[in-house]
């Protein structure tokens, strides 16, 4: 909870230095478990979307999405402190934030995200700063 605290707090948009790999999958987690409950109110309170199907002559029926405003609101508040601490693990493994494009490629790009997300940090200093393991 405190790498989550921590990120919202005073690195929601800092893209520079690196993050550890506890910093990274601590605030997934976290951010994980907040998007599920915002699912789960949207659905207890009624706000969930829906959806029309088109009338082919049975009649128009309305399907839930499953998600409404709350789940949107909580993403968007979760989009860049989670684009920032991602840019911040690619820099603690030594590799450019435009490293993270590579999700875009199918199933290879975010299977190799993957592993850097896993991979232990460089030691010592490197280009984007001391090693967070360290301080």
Same mark, same amino acid.
């Given at each position: 909870?405190?790498?989550?605290?921590?990120?919202?707090?005073?690195? @929601?948009?800092?893209?520079?230095? !690196?993050? !550890? !790999?506890?910093?990274?999958?601590?605030?997934?987690?976290?951010?994980?478990?907040?998007?599920?409950?915002?699912v789960i109110?949207?659905?207890?309170?009624?706000?969930?979307?829906t959806?029309?199907?088109?009338? @082919?002559?049975?009649?128009?029926?309305e399907?839930?999405?499953? @998600?409404?405003?709350?789940?949107?609101i909580?993403?968007?508040?979760?989009?860049?402190?989670?684009?920032?601490?991602?840019? !911040?693990?690619?820099?603690?493994?030594?590799?450019s934030?435009?490293?993270?494009?590579?999700?875009?490629?199918?199933?290879?790009?975010?299977?190799?995200?993957?592993?850097?997300?896993?991979?232990d940090?460089?030691s010592g +200093?490197? +280009? @984007?700063?001391?090693?967070?393991?360290?301080?």
């Amino acid at each position: 909870m405190n790498w989550y605290l921590k990120i919202m707090q005073e690195h @929601y948009a800092d893209f520079n230095g !690196r993050a !550890r !790999r506890s910093e990274y999958w601590y605030f997934g987690l976290f951010n994980v478990i907040i998007v599920i409950l915002a699912v789960i109110l949207d659905n207890v309170l009624g706000l969930n979307f829906t959806m029309s199907t088109p009338d @082919y002559g049975y009649g128009s029926t309305e399907i839930s999405l499953g @998600y409404g405003w709350i789940y949107c609101i909580a993403v968007l508040i979760h989009l860049v402190p989670s684009l920032a601490v991602s840019v !911040r693990r690619l820099h603690d493994v030594g590799k450019s934030g435009f490293w993270y494009f590579i999700a875009f490629v199918p199933l290879v790009g975010g299977i190799w995200l993957l592993i850097l997300a896993c991979t232990d940090s460089n030691s010592g +200093e490197n +280009e @984007y700063g001391p090693n967070p393991k360290g301080l």
